[in-house]
Every structure is written in structure tokens, then in C-alpha cells.
């Protein structure tokens, strides 16, 4: 199975920088995935890991140690929409995703 | 972005009923998977819905209560039978796209049941 943690809450302040930590103990690993929840609607992708190192995708990037069982996701310059759960996600073998807690980050002016 | 749409986006049921769900992808995939996603909570995977073979479900899920199809590469259906309130819940449909490399969910059915 897998066990997924990350912290339940954090807030910033517009135009800063966030990081959220995902660590995983997995009994098979396919890939790591963040995912973007507002309330009342359906997570969306935001991105995908399966090898260490850095994935930058404009005002979001997210990062993976395969060996340390982790990962982070960082949102810079922070704007108001960015209040939402993220959820760190690990794929196994037959491709299923278990998800994390999710993270519910606050944006304040 | 992967295209996935579900019917109803929301329904209103009363206990003992069934509810069927259908999840339409605008591309053929081969896996598509069902979650659950229960108020204030994360994503619970369901089962594994794979074209031409039975769906394989997770611990705590059972076909009974979960029957589902797939009758081609681009659909799936889940029921949700015999509901309770417990049922209660949002309920997603997900498939992956490109290499495996992107996984896209439904906007889900959220799911009363009085």
C-alpha cells in the first residue's frame, strides 16, 4: 500500500513563494502527480514526476527524490486564484493513484 | 487536456435506489479508473475499469454495491446500488492521456442520498 503525507494547511501572502512537501512510502512507485482542487469542483493536473530532480512549469514547479521517498511543489508569485487543496498523488505499478490528505494553502492579500 | 464528461453532475436519491454514472473520454484509452471522494476528504479509489475484461476493485469496494462496464475505449458506467446516506459522496471518473504521463479526472457527480 502506500502512505502519503503532507501538511494540512499553510498560508502565504500574494506575490510570495510557497512550498509544499509531499513524503511517500510506497510498495511500488510509477510516478508522482500534483493536482490542483478549488472547492466544489474536480482536481485538476498540475504535474508529473518519475524521475528526481526539477519539472518547471511556469509559476509551478514540482520536484521528486525518488530516494528519499520525496516531493514538493512550489507555486511562486502567488495570486489570489492560487487558493485551493493540492493534492500529492502516487501511481503504482497498474497505474492506480493514491492520493494524499491534500494541502489547503490560503492566499492573502 | 484530456476531455472527460460525466453524467449527472449531481442527482438527488432516495435510500434503497440505484444511480448509474457514465464517464464519456474524448479519445480511446485503455485504463479508465473510478474514485470517490467523500465530504472534506481526498480521492479513494474505487476500482480499475479496463475494456474487455472485468473491472478489479479495491479493498472495501465490491462488485455488488460498484457494478460497472465498459463496453468500449472511450465510455465507462459506475452504479452506485442499493444507496445509502453513507453513499453520500462526489464520485470521479479518471483516465490517463499521452504517455502515462498525464491523468485526467471528470468533473464528477455529486451524489445526495436522503
Known amino acids: 500500500g502506500q502512505n502519503i503525507d503532507q501538511p494540512t494547511e499553510m498560508t502565504a501572502t500574494e506575490g510570495a513563494i510557497v512550498q509544499i512537501n509531499c513524503t511517500y512510502q510506497t510498495s511500488g512507485f510509477n510516478g508522482l502527480f500534483w493536482y490542483q482542487q478549488h472547492a466544489g469542483e474536480a482536481p485538476t493536473f498540475l504535474s508529473y514526476n518519475v524521475l528526481d530532480g526539477l519539472e518547471e512549469k511556469g509559476r509551478f514547479s514540482s520536484f521528486l527524490s525518488r530516494s528519499k521517498g520525496y516531493s514538493y511543489l512550489l507555486l511562486k508569485e502567488l495570486q489570489m486564484k492560487d487558493s485551493a487543496s493540492y493534492l500529492c498523488?502516487?501511481?503504482?505499478?497498474?497505474?492506480?493513484?493514491?492520493f494524499g490528505a491534500g494541502t489547503t494553502v490560503t492566499v492573502r492579500a | 487536456s484530456a476531455v472527460i464528461s460525466q453524467k449527472p453532475s449531481r442527482d438527488i436519491c432516495q435510500r434503497g435506489t440505484s444511480l448509474t454514472i457514465q464517464c464519456q473520454v474524448d479519445s480511446q484509452v485503455t485504463m479508465m479508473f473510478w474514485y470517490r471522494q467523500q465530504p472534506g476528504q481526498s480521492l479513494t479509489l474505487i476500482a480499475t475499469a479496463n475494456q474487455g475484461s472485468e473491472a478489479t476493485y479495491e479493498s472495501g469496494f465490491v462488485i455488488d454495491k460498484f457494478p460497472i462496464s465498459r463496453p468500449n475505449l472511450t465510455f465507462s458506467t459506475l452504479t452506485v446500488s442499493n444507496m445509502s446516506p453513507e453513499d453520500s459522496s462526489i464520485y470521479l471518473c479518471?483516465?490517463?492521456?499521452?504517455?502515462?504521463?498525464?491523468?485526467?479526472f471528470g468533473p464528477g457527480t455529486r451524489l445526495t442520498v436522503l
Open positions: 479518471s483516465a490517463p492521456r499521452g504517455d502515462y504521463n498525464e491523468q485526467f
Open positions: 498523488a502516487v501511481r503504482d505499478g497498474d497505474y492506480k493513484l493514491s
